[in-house]
Structures are given as structure tokens and as C-alpha cells.
């Protein structure tokens, strides 16, 4: 026996009639999407104009059948509302409940706001002096705990200083002696092209030392163990927090500074001379290399002239800066790992923001000293 074909009910039809109660707009037929898809535009066009009168009421009670196009193509006429007068059948308002709900759940449109700009920049601003006066609240604890240790030295976590030199410091060799080689092949052989041009070979080690000594070398140093050493502290800092670690500690009554971050910004601040020292030497090394390759200065004669072409104040200032760097890259790693919320997402992002936010400082240092010692190192 054939299965019946599926029941559509009669054609969709709307008509405006007049009664006592004023203008009304009559629905009847099956408003589905098989009946309607031959006169879709022509129902939307027709249903628009009827809607564009307030006044007027609907009757839906002579549809036969309706399905989610027909809801939607009357709901769309509505402007996505009910209208006032409006009659339905018990299982319709259940119908046109989903549709407003879904409605309501849309994101609104929003117009454009012409302070926008300014309610943006003055948000980024306040939340910049709010990272500001956490890092100095950072920063003072652990000034507190630096005397407290000194009045008591039996009390140095000589075992947490030393695991975070090693783990900050003598495995960041590798890395900082692969990338400091390479920058001083390339800065001594883009600079032997244009020495060529003037005859000016000799000068190629008064580039390499002043370059590499004062400015690249506690530069590129420190932006590697920013992105090494700096987001894996605020990595660890943040596992803590979402394990609850660090609340475990605060009710044992263990000081965070102390035990944490203490530490990490002594450890960074001794290891980060001896990498500068280290990426120096390596750099001068590459750079030494093309220059005999390139200019064929010799590895005594250039050896010999680079105590002379640097002075030694280019040294300790690049030491300097390379323990100033290694503080300040431990207190912001540490300022984001504390402020990490208990969820993983939060770890994401507070890693990412560490990691720009330790290299923007270190720029912004550097600028800072290259302006307060200008005068030192250059003869």
C-alpha cells in the first residue's frame, strides 16, 4: 500500500479586512516553506507595507500550518517583535516565544559612540597605572624582604637562588651563543661592504666592539630571557595559581616574596651579567670571523685593537644594563604570574602579556640609559 503524500493544507493567503476593533490583517493557508517558496518576495514585500502600520491588529488563527520560514518571514515583517493586537493559536505562541528568545539572545546593534575613542584610551590608561602600582607593591615586598635577609642572612633561600640561576642563566648559554654569533657575522659583514667603499677596514672593529659591547649585546640578551626565562616564570607562577598552590601557601603562612619571587629577580639580576658577558664574547667571536673573512683582519691584530677602539666604561655600562634588565624582566614576569586568574585561558594570555610587556620595558630602559650616559664610553 503507497505511504500519502504529506498534508500542506491550502494556499497561503493575507488579506487586510475592517471591524469594529479597526484594521486587521488576516492570515490564512499553510505559511510553510513548501507553499511559500514560488511568492516568498511577493509575501515579504506585501507583509512589510501591512506592518508599516502600527495600528493594525493580526489574526493568525486561520493558518493551517506553519513552520520556522513561515514564523521567520512574519517575524521579520514584525521588525522582530510581537506587535500589539495580535491573536494566535496555543501551539503558535509557543512558536513566536522561540523567535523572541532568539531574538533577545542577539547581539545589538550598537551605534557609533564618537567618545569611543577617548572611553578606550582612558580604560587602556587606568589599567596600565593599575599594573604600575602592582609592580611597585612587587617591588617594595620585595626591597622589605631583601633587608630582612640581610639582618638575617640564615634565613637566604640559598636553594631557590640557585636552581632559578641555573635554570635562567647556565641553560640560556646555548641560545644566546647561537643568536649572538650570528648577529655579529651579519653586523660585520653588512659593515665591511661600506667600509670597502672608503678604505676604512681598521674601523671595523671600533662598529663590532662599540655596537656589540654598550648596546646589542645586553640588548639581545635580555629580550632572549624575556621570552625564555621570563614567560616561563610567569608560567610557573600561573600553574600555581590555577592548582591553588599559592593560596596553600598564604594559609601555611609561606611569604610569596620570600620563597617565589625574592628569588627569581636576585637570580636574573646576578645571571644576566655573566649572559652579556657571555653573548659579548660570542658576537665579537662571529663578528672577528667575517672580518678576516671579508676585510682579512687578522685575529691577533683584531684582538689587540679592541681594548683600544672600547673603552672599558662600555663594559660595565653593558654589565649594568644587563643586571638592571634582569631585574626588571623577573618583576614583570612576576607581576602577570600573580595576577593570573584560576583558569587556563588566563594563563595564555598572561604569558603572551608578559613576554611583550618585559621586552617593551627593556627597550624603554635601554632608551633611559643610552640618554643618561651618553657622554660615557664614546671617545
Not at 34 to 43: P, W, Y
Not at 70 to 99: H, N, S, T, Y
Not at 270 to 297: H, Q, S
Request: charged residues 15%; neutral net charge.
Amino acid at each position: 500500500m503507497a505511504e500519502a503524500a504529506p498534508h500542506f493544507g491550502n494556499p497561503p493567503a493575507l488579506r487586510r479586512v475592517s471591524d469594529g476593533a479597526g484594521d486587521r490583517c488576516v492570515l490564512t493557508g499553510a505559511w510553510n516553506l513548501r507553499s511559500l517558496e514560488r511568492r516568498l518576495v511577493e509575501f515579504e514585500h506585501e507583509l512589510a507595507r501591512i506592518a508599516a502600520d502600527a495600528d493594525c491588529g493580526w489574526d493568525l488563527r486561520g493558518v493551517d500550518v506553519i513552520d520556522n520560514a513561515g514564523a521567520m518571514l512574519i517575524w521579520r515583517a514584525w521588525g522582530r517583535r510581537r506587535v500589539a493586537r495580535l491573536e494566535l493559536k496555543p501551539e503558535q505562541v509557543q512558536l513566536f516565544k522561540r523567535m523572541e528568545s532568539s531574538s533577545a539572545a542577539l547581539p545589538v546593534t550598537q551605534h557609533f559612540d564618537p567618545l569611543f575613542a577617548l572611553v578606550y584610551l582612558g580604560g587602556k590608561i587606568l589599567r596600565t597605572i593599575d599594573h604600575l602600582v602592582h609592580m611597585v607593591l612587587v617591588l617594595g615586598q620585595a626591597v622589605i624582604e631583601t633587608v630582612g635577609l640581610l639582618r638575617h642572612p640564615q634565613r637566604i633561600p640559598w636553594r631557590e637562588l640557585s636552581a632559578n640561576v641555573y635554570r635562567t642563566g647556565t641553560q640560556a648559554l646555548g641560545i644566546t651563543a647561537l643568536v649572538g654569533f650570528l648577529i655579529g657575522v651579519v653586523l660585520s659583514y653588512l659593515s665591511s661592504q661600506q667600509l670597502k667603499l672608503f678604505g676604512a677596514d681598521a674601523f671595523i672593529i671600533n662598529i663590532l666592539g662599540v655596537s656589540v659591547v654598550r648596546e646589542l649585546g645586553p640588548v639581545l640578551a635580555a629580550i632572549l630571557i624575556a621570552g625564555r626565562s621570563g614567560s616561563a616564570i610567569t608560567a610557573a607562577l600561573g600553574v600555581m595559581r590555577v592548582t591553588q598552590e599559592l593560596d596553600a601557601m598564604a594559609v601555611m603562612g609561606i611569604s610569596h616574596s620570600l620563597r617565589l619571587i625574592l628569588p627569581k629577580m636576585l637570580a636574573l639580576a646576578i645571571a644576566m651579567p655573566l649572559v652579556v658577558l657571555w653573548t659579548d664574547a660570542v658576537a665579537l667571536l662571529g663578528g672577528m670571523v667575517a672580518a678576516r673573512l671579508e676585510l682579512g683582519i687578522g685575529y691577533v691584530y683584531f684582538l689587540s685593537s679592541l681594548p683600544d677602539a672600547v673603552p672599558i666604561a662600555n663594559l660595565w655600562l653593558g654589565l649594568g644594563k644587563g643586571a638592571v634588565f634582569g631585574g626588571m624582566i623577573a618583576l614583570v614576569a612576576c607581576h602577570f604570574g600573580l595576577r593570573i586568574e584560576p583558569n587556563t585561558e588566563s594563563l595564555g594570555i598572561g604569558t603572551t602579556n608578559s613576554v611583550v610587556t618585559a621586552i617593551t620595558v627593556v627597550i624603554l630602559v635601554d632608551a633611559v640609559f643610552a640618554i643618561l650616559f651618553k657622554d660615557i664610553g664614546i671617545s
